[in-house]
Nanobody, 121 residues
Framework: QVQLVESGGGLVQPGGSLRLSCAAS????????MGWYRQAPGKQRELVAT???????NYVDSVKGRFTISRDNAKNTMYVQMNSLKPEDTAVYYC???????????????WGQGTQVTVSS
């Protein structure tokens, strides 16, 4: 069994900061790419940022310069530091990871349960 657990969401004022964490645990042999997605009410889930096992990062244009994604490979944990938050960043944030689990013959995508981020005054 593989689990992804997010933490760090909450309510913050515009211009504020939050740091989200995503910890992968269970029968994991290897973690490849990890990423953050978000889904606002009435909208489709969108990719926010990704980071490979080698540290290559990618961001959606709307968060470039404000969000920083990182990971600790030894802990199978990913983070995103979100600064200068805007009301339009309000969404449920989900973490995703491509993992090769024990007793598996292929990579598979796993998702966390989501954590709410609300940016409001």
């Amino acid at each position: 069994q593989v689990q992804l657990v997010e933490s760090g969401g909450g309510l913050v004022q515009p211009g504020g900061s939050l740091r989200l964490s995503c910890a992968a645990s269970g029968s994991i042999l290897r973690v490849y790419a990890m990423g953050w997605y978000r889904q606002a009410p009435g909208k489709q889930r969108e990719l926010v940022a990704t980071v490979t096992s080698g540290g290559t990062t990618n961001y959606v244009d709307s968060v470039k310069g404000r969000f920083t994604i990182s990971r600790d490979n030894a802990k199978n944990t990913m983070y995103v530091q979100m600064n200068s938050l805007k009301p339009e960043d309000t969404a449920v944030y989900y973490c995703n990871a491509r993992i090769w689990a024990e007793n598996s013959d292929r990579w598979a995508d796993y998702w966390g349960q989501g954590t709410q981020v609300t940016v409001s005054s």
